[in-house]
């Protein structure tokens, strides 16, 4: 459930939330502001993928090929603990870049900026539910923002506890803009062995193998899925005028094998290599749609960990 | 509920002068079986967080577990639990416990328990030898051998492993690794009943020194109201400071703890207060592995639920480990969850073979 869904999440109002969070913070531990500041637990991800040169196509004639894309992430979510329960607080920028040739009828950007604003609760001591949203700007080139640029994805989950070794996690992903507006998924996390852990959690499943303390290597998938608002005249410029301001769902699978290596109990490194076999761009409403033509490999690092 | 009011009126009417004299008798003791249930729902509420109880409600359901306050120390957690214990009084609540026998259950993966008297020998600790062949005590005795960094020793124990290694031997634990923690709990548990956990030699092996002796006491300080509840109790024990008054029960255990097999050496202290109330307190206050220490407190009341005199028991649990301190977000309520659940699985099992479960 951890890894339900990692979107994008927010920036500039997130000042107000943090505060808000301190203060929630510092009054459960009868502290002051500026102690409780520095003990509020948080958990950060900073993150690149490359993925080398890809085809999609459109229809029998109409292909893009060749060209590769560059994925950023940076999430930083503040986690104290209140009486309701875990506190999610914070905010994530995700950017996707995308080196295409210029006759292309797809944005060479893909942005989201958005807030974190969630809660982990305990319903008893076999249940966990998360609720998280992620209310924030979810568009193309960052032009000529309005309120139509604005998305609120959220996400509640549940893992159930059936044992130390096994959980069992049901959610729902909702979004507006998404094709499919309402995406629900089932996934377990059972430890097959001392060494063995298989996490089938979306977006990241994974079977991990944990080599010692500090290094765990692992294969996996990521799965991603994001709406995105285009610009006004993207359509006009690309010959497609109904494409103008038109939401697009951009989709992609990353398959692949990784290792974690525990730096420090604060900082953990993540190297991933592997294949991209699914992407998918789809201006549902306007139906025009580029899927996947020819895979890429791809590369990713990333510092994560929390405090 | 009105007409039965007016009907024990009028039976109260025509009743004898004697019997009118038994009524009142009743109805004192009523009175008072009912202030004795009050009196021991309010004082649960004034240090537990278990702060609304219905006391006719809990003897129906299972055990009732909630996690502890927050603490500032990330290696600490602590989870609170209560229950009725139908028909039986504290005094043989308290007898039930110290006879129960924890290695019957599978699930509680406690492979061998065995008592120690308070000048104990190596000899007390032979069982080892009979430890179960399964992955945790296999993972046990290799990271003996190679004194592994997660091995919670002091520097002295380890540099006696190296003098002893060698030796041959068969059997799940080979006889050198059995002679090598034979002498370390002797001596530990010597140590203890002299000097209580003061005289505990710290954990620095490999890493930074942790004295369990500094964690009970810092879980006990991040717990003020439980600390106050249970002073005088603590202040006769060895739980955090020197040999106290009061003589413990000893004994070790091998038990699995984060899939490895650890030892670990236990004190259990008990003492009665007024109006038939028990206290008691349970320390784990060395182990080879998988937490620095963990302790159990225990509050027994007399309670009258549906005219059966029973015991409203609180317990609760806190502990500090190493591992705790890598949790964070929902891993940390992930790990309070398992606790509250193999506690809810303890003491269900508890109940069930002391005859007051149901």
């Known amino acids: ?307 | 509920m009105m007409l039965m009011k007016t009907r024990m009126l009028y039976l109260q009417r025509c009743c004898s002068v004697r019997a009118g004299g038994l009524l009142l008798l009743l109805l004192v003791l009523r009175v008072g079986l009912t202030t004795a249930n009050a009196d021991a729902i309010s004082e649960l509420a004034s240090f537990s967080i278990f702060d609304k109880v219905d006391l006719a409600q809990l003897a129906k359901s299972d055990v009732k577990t909630a996690h502890g306050p927050p603490m500032s120390n990330p290696r600490f957690l602590a989870v609170q639990s209560c229950y009725v214990a139908s028909g039986s009084s504290p005094a043989q609540q308290m007898q039930a416990l110290r006879q129960w026998d924890a290695t019957r259950h599978r699930e509680l993966k406690v492979f061998l328990h065995s008592d120690l008297p308070s000048n104990p020998t190596t000899a007390n600790f032979e069982k080892l030898r009979n430890a179960p062949n399964n992955a945790p005590v296999r993972s046990f005795v290799a990271a003996t051998e190679k004194l592994g960094p997660d091995l919670q020793i002091s520097k002295e124990e380890a540099k006696k492993f190296s003098a002893g290694a060698g030796g041959g031997g068969g059997g799940t634990i080979p006889a050198p690794v059995v002679a090598f923690w034979a002498d370390v709990l002797t001596a530990r548990t010597k140590s203890f009943v002299s000097g209580g956990m003061s005289a505990q030699p710290p954990y620095d092996h490999a890493g930074p020194s942790i004295r369990a002796s500094d964690e009970a006491n810092g879980l006990l300080r991040e717990q003020g109201k439980i600390r106050n509840q249970f002073s005088g109790l603590l202040g006769s024990t060895g739980i955090g400071r020197g040999a106290g008054s009061l003589k413990p029960e000893l004994y070790w255990e091998l038990l699995e703890a984060d899939d490895q097999g650890v030892v670990t050496l236990g004190a259990s202290y008990s003492r009665s207060g007024g109006g038939g109330t028990y206290q008691a307190g349970d320390v784990l206050y060395y182990a080879s592995g998988g937490y620095y220490v963990a302790l159990t407190l225990y509050q027994l009341w007399p309670v009258t639920v549906e005219g059966k005199p029973s015991t409203l028991v609180w317990r609760g649990d806190m502990i500090s480990a190493a591992s705790l301190g890598t949790l964070h977000g929902v891993e940390r309520l992930g790990s309070e969850s398992v606790m509250m659940k193999n506690i809810t699985k303890a003491v269900t099992f508890f109940r069930r073979d002391t005859s007051g479960g149901r």
């Not at chain 1, 409780?36 to 040169?53: I, K, M, Q, R, W």
């Not at chain 1, 560059?70 to 503040?78: A, C, E, T, Y």
């Not at chain 1, 568009?139 to 070794?165: C, R």
């Not at chain 1, 608002?229 to 697009?248: K, Y």
Request: a negative charge; glycine letters at 10%.
């Open chain 1, 1 to 307: 459930m951890q890894r339900f869904i990692r979107r994008a999440l927010a920036g500039c109002c997130v000042a107000p939330l943090l505060l808000l969070a301190v203060r929630v913070f510092a009054e459960e531990n009868n502290g002051s502001w500026l102690e409780s500041l520095s003990h509020v637990p948080f958990e950060y991800n900073a993150e690149d993928t490359y993925v080398g040169g890809g085809d999609v196509q459109r229809g029998p004639n109409k292909s893009v090929n060749d060209f590769d894309e560059n994925d950023s992430i940076v999430h930083l979510v503040f986690t104290p603990r209140t009486k309701l329960g875990v506190l999610r607080i914070g905010t994530d920028w995700e950017r996707f870049s995308f080196g295409l040739p210029n006759h292309a009828a797809l944005p060479d950007t893909l942005q989201s900026v958005a807030l974190v604003m969630g809660l982990d609760m305990q319903f008893s001591d076999s249940i966990i539910v998360r609720a998280e949203g992620q209310p924030g700007v979810y568009d193309a080139e960052f032009d000529n923002l309005g309120w139509d640029n604005f998305n609120l994805p959220f996400l509640i989950g549940g893992t159930y506890i059936y044992s130390p070794n096994l959980q069992l996690i049901l959610g729902v992903s909702v979004d507006i803009e998404r094709k499919y507006p309402v995406i629900p998924a089932a996934g377990v996390r059972w430890k097959i062995a001392s060494q063995w852990l298989l996490d089938a959690v979306l977006p990241t499943p994974r079977l991990e193998y944990e080599m010692n303390k500090d290094v765990s290597v692992y294969v996996g998938a990521n799965v991603k899925q994001t709406s995105y608002r285009v610009d006004d005249d993207f359509g006009t410029a690309n010959g497609i005028p109904r494409l103008n301001h038109a939401i697009l769902t951009y989709s992609e699978v990353r398959t692949g094998g990784g290792f974690d290596w525990k730096i420090s109990p604060i900082v953990t490194f993540t190297g991933e290599v592997g294949y991209q076999p699914y992407r998918n761009f789809d201006f549902y409403r306007a139906e025009v749609r580029y899927h996947q033509d020819g895979g890429a490999p791809y590369g990713m690092i990333s510092l994560h960990g929390a405090f």
